[in-house]
Every structure is written in structure tokens, then in C-alpha cells.
């Protein structure tokens, strides 16, 4: 609906856009050049580097157009811009400060551009953590973004509303300043003694947090009350296992759990979630159990109405939570159905440790060093295996189109689901086997194990070094570098979940730290 001079101004300013983009980022170099010449001279505060830069440009000739275009006219020229640049920009004049905070859509481009997502990988990251339930445990308040050098203040902060106008912009800010505070180990922690015994399973969903301990126990906690913003919460128990717990998940209905004890345990979400909410403690018997394990159950996961387990017994079974029966069972030891083969006894190598299930794929996880993939309409035989690690595999997370597992040959590969190659091998920098690793869906990676570090990966624009023996699909590859730890426990991390902003994870002391 623009005239044919708005237009055409328009044009005028996409093409010095490059203008726009040097003149605010080079006080920054130079104040570095200044600095190299002369090292007794202090460097100049980025507030006033930022604001000497802004000046320089309001009183340009060259952009004093840009004042009196259109707020359509000024997105098209921003669109060009990065996040950091954003920042910057808004801070030009006032004019310029409300089209880039009020256009929601400029900070959605750059969001998905800097995690290099698209609008359907987010919604699948995100959809049950932020959108189903919001949860309210965002730990600071978010200012700004503003560069160079992003500050903070201490103050709670509420989480991201998806009735909000700012919905992209909030997620942008919240996720920068997350990964600045994680990668410079200038977070905030607190520690919950959670259970009298180790905490060996953890896994959050929306506001709520279930854990699973050596103690026999579930419980359930509220994210406000383990970030420290609620005082007190209802302590929920439930009960039911005769043996250490390995294994618990959840979603809108059900939770679920796994035990030493060969049972699958479930218990109804929305109903033992709402006792949260009180001051007392409850302690809550399942609503089913299922049965046919002939070990202990190491790990469950849930996909829609579908639950699959994984034993050491060398078996992953798929169970109906309709019907409570066993759908399918899979042998990870011989690759199909054929028990014929199966170990005379119980080994480390027959054991599976973990499962992971989408739609109609299933992965199993184990102690011969294999992840294999099975396709649940043809079960008799695997789809894929995927070779690579020299000991026993304890974890599998899902990201986007990757699947990452670790290892207690002290490493996490991230494999290609298209292909089944090994796209990149990240290495305990302590050399200790890896018990458990998670990812935000896109761009962060975190692993723990023995050693009571949790170590950070985030993705990186840079390609490894050796970029010439990659074919042009490998060089395309989102790439991680290890960016920093957190000592979070005193002993074995054992189980760890990582949201957008936090992180939660379960130790050998009985301990969650948030």
C-alpha cells in the first residue's frame, strides 16, 4: 500500500544497509585498535562507545531519510539486520526504538537465523514446554539485548506469554542472555535435597518437574519452588516400587516410571500435579502396572497414547495405555524378534539402557555398543544400526533431524537420522564415561556423568578444521564446540533436563540443583 516515493526510498536505503551495518559496529574496533596502540589507556565504556556511535549516526545527513520514512519503510530496511545489530539500532532514536520493538516479526527472522531453525522446528522444540504450558520459573529478568557487552540485573523474571505481542523478541532475549551467563559460568544455582538416596531419573514437563530415585520413590516438584521464586510446595510421593527407579517420563496425561523391580508404573498427570498445589503430603499408589520384563526396567518413554520400555534383559517392549498390553517386543541382542539366539544369562552386552520413541521409530540403546533403529510396522528386523562407540550407550536425546547419544567410552556423537552417519563426536574433556545427555531441540547439547560436571555444547557457525575431507552436505552441518561446565553435584550426574533458559539435573547425593 505504499506510494511510489516510499518506495523507491525503500530501495534507497536497503542499498546502504552495508552503511548502516559498519557504522554500528566499528566504534567497537575502534576502541580495540586504540587500545593495541596504547595499552596504559583505559578502553572506553561500551555504554558510552554504543552512544557516541548512535550520536554519529542521528546527525548524519546520509541517514536523516531514514527518519522520515514510514514504520513499513523501516522494517524493510531492519529486516536486513542481526539481533545484536537490532539492539544497537534501537537505540538510534526513538523512532527507530519503537518500529524495532514493536515489530515482532523482525525478531522472529533473526531468532530462527541465529539457531538456524525453521518456524516448524521450533514450534516442535517448544510445543509442550512453552506453548502447552507455560511455565512460570525463568529465573532473571530480561532487559534488552545490548551490545557489546550484554548486562543484567539479579530480579526474577516472568516466563515467555504466548498471548504477548513481543512473544519473538522475548524468546530472543531470554535465550541470548541464557547462553551468555552458561558459557561465562556466571549462572545462579540452587540445590534441592530431593530424595534420600540417588537421584537416577529426571524429566520435566512444562512446570513440573518428576524425579526417580534409588530410594524407591517418585516425586513430583514445582519449578517455581526449585528456582527459588516459591518458599514452600506439597510434597508429592508417588508410590508403588519395590525396587531403585531408573526411569520416569511424562506428558499431559500420564506419568510414567520404570524399576529395578521388571514393573512400568502409571499414574495420572493432571491428577497428582494438581495436589501441588496444597501444603500437605500425599502419597499416591498407581493407576496400572505393566508387566513382562524379566529384569530391571531401565528406561520409558512416551509418544502419544504409546509407551516403550527398554530392560536389561536385552528386550523393548511398546505398550497400549489404553489397553494396558504389550504391543510389541523387540530383541536389541539378535536385531528382530527371534528369541531363539537370546544370551543363556545376563550380561552387560544383552542389557538395554535406553529407548527412544517418534511416531512409528523406535532406537534402542545398549551395552553392545550399538544404537539401532527399528521401524514399528515391520519389528522382525532393524532398520538401521549406527556404529561408532567403544563401550556401552546410556543416553539418547533427539535434535531436529539428529540423534545424540553418549557414552562410557566419554564421548556424545550426534548422528545424521537421513543418512545414519556419525556427524560429530564430542569428547569428555575429563575423560569419564557420559551417563546422560539432553538438548534444547536445536542448538545446545549438555552432558554429565561421572565427574560431577555438566559441560555445555553450543552450536557454532565455525566448521571443524578439517573442512577439505567434507563434502558439501557435511560442511552445511550446524557444528558444536564445548563452551563451558558447571559443577553441579558432588558426586555421578546421573539424569539432567535442559530448558531455554535452565538447566535441572539429579546426582549421587539424593540432590536436584536447578
Not at 514446554?129 to 557487552?149: D, E, W
Not at 502409571?266 to 501444603?279: I, K
Not at 498390553?325 to 538395554?352: A, E
Not at 540423534?403 to 562410557?408: K, P, Q, W, Y
Request: contains cysteine; hydrophobic residues 35%; charged residues 25%.
Amino acid at each position: 500500500h505504499m506510494c511510489d516515493q516510499e518506495w523507491d526510498d525503500c530501495i534507497h536505503n536497503a542499498e546502504i544497509k552495508l552503511d548502516i551495518r559498519i557504522r554500528l559496529l566499528q566504534n567497537s574496533s575502534e576502541c580495540k585498535k586504540r587500545k593495541n596502540d596504547d595499552d596504559d589507556e583505559d578502553e572506553e565504556e561500551p555504554t558510552k562507545r554504543v552512544q557516541r556511535g548512535t550520536k554519529e549516526i542521528e546527525h548524519n545527513s546520509e541517514f536523516q531519510c531514514l527518519k522520515h520514512m514510514t514504520h513499513v519503510g523501516l522494517t524493510l530496511v531492519f529486516a536486513n539486520l542481526s539481533g545484536i545489530e537490532l539492539s544497537v539500532a534501537s537505540q538510534v532514536c526513538r523512532q527507530w526504538r519503537s518500529v524495532i520493538r514493536s515489530t515482532d516479526h523482525l525478531w522472529r527472522k533473526v531468532y530462527l537465523a541465529r539457531w538456524k531453525m525453521s518456524a516448524n522446528d521450533l514450534a516442535g522444540a517448544v510445543i509442550h514446554q512453552f506453548i502447552s504450558n507455560p511455565p512460570n520459573h525463568l529465573h532473571q529478568q530480561i532487559a534488552p539485548v545490548r551490545a557489546p557487552v550484554v548486562s543484567r540485573s539479579s530480579s526474577h523474571m516472568t516466563a515467555p506469554d504466548t498471548n504477548r505481542e513481543f512473544m519473538w523478541r522475548k524468546w530472543f532475549e531470554d535465550r541470548s542472555y541464557a547462553e551468555c551467563q552458561f558459557s561465562q559460568n556466571k549462572h545462579t544455582s540452587r540445590v534441592i535435597e530431593a530424595h534420600s538416596s540417588v537421584v537416577c531419573a529426571i524429566r520435566r514437563w512444562g512446570n513440573v518437574v518428576v524425579s526417580g530415585s534409588r530410594d524407591r520413590l517418585v516425586k513430583l516438584w514445582n519449578v517455581n519452588y526449585l528456582s527459588g521464586q516459591q518458599a514452600t510446595q506439597a510434597e508429592v510421593i508417588l508410590e508403588g516400587h519395590r525396587e531403585v527407579v531408573w526411569g520416569v517420563d511424562c506428558n499431559d496425561d500420564v506419568i510414567v516410571s520404570g524399576s529395578e523391580d521388571k514393573s512400568i508404573a502409571v499414574w495420572s498427570f493432571s491428577n497428582t500435579t494438581q495436589l501441588l498445589e496444597s501444603e500437605s503430603t500425599h502419597h499416591i499408589a498407581p493407576l496400572t502396572r505393566f508387566r513382562g520384563h524379566t529384569a530391571g526396567v531401565w528406561a520409558v518413554k512416551i509418544h502419544g497414547d504409546h509407551v516403550a520400555s527398554c530392560s536389561v534383559d536385552g528386550y523393548a517392549k511398546l505398550w497400549d495405555l489404553t489397553t494396558s498390553k504389550n504391543i510389541t517386543t523387540i530383541s536389541h541382542v539378535t536385531c528382530g524378534s527371534d528369541f531363539s539366539t537370546r544370551p543363556s544369562q545376563l550380561d552387560l552386552c544383552s542389557s538395554v539402557f535406553d529407548v527412544f520413541l517418534e511416531g512409528s521409530q523406535l532406537f534402542t540403546a545398549g551395552g553392545d555398543n550399538r544404537m539401532i533403529e527399528w521401524d514399528l510396522r515391520e519389528p522382525s528386523k532393524a532398520a538401521r544400526c549406527y556404529i561408532g562407540h567403544e563401550e556401552s550407550i546410556f543416553c539418547i536425546s533427539k535434535e531436529q533431524d539428529t540423534l545424540i547419544t553418549a557414552s562410557g567410552d566419554a564421548t556424545v556423537k550426534r548422528w545424521d537420522l537421513r543418512s545414519g552417519r556419525c556427524l560429530q563426536t564430542l569428547t569428555d574433556p575429563s575423560s569419564q564415561p557420559v551417563w546422560t545427555c539432553a538438548t534444547d531441540g536445536n542448538s545446545r547439547i549438555v552432558s554429565g556423568g561421572i565427574g560431577s560436571r555438566i559441560h555445555l555444547w553450543f552450536a557454532s557457525n565455525d566448521v571443524l578444521p578439517n573442512q577439505s575431507d567434507m563434502d558439501e552436505e557435511e560442511r552445511s552441518n550446524v557444528w558444536f564446540q564445548r563452551v563451558g561446565e558447571v559443577t553441579a553435584h558432588v558426586g555421578t550426574v546421573f539424569d539432567c533436563d535442559l530448558g531455554f533458559t535452565d538447566l535441572i539435573s539429579g546426582g549421587g547425593e539424593g540432590e536436584l540443583v536447578y
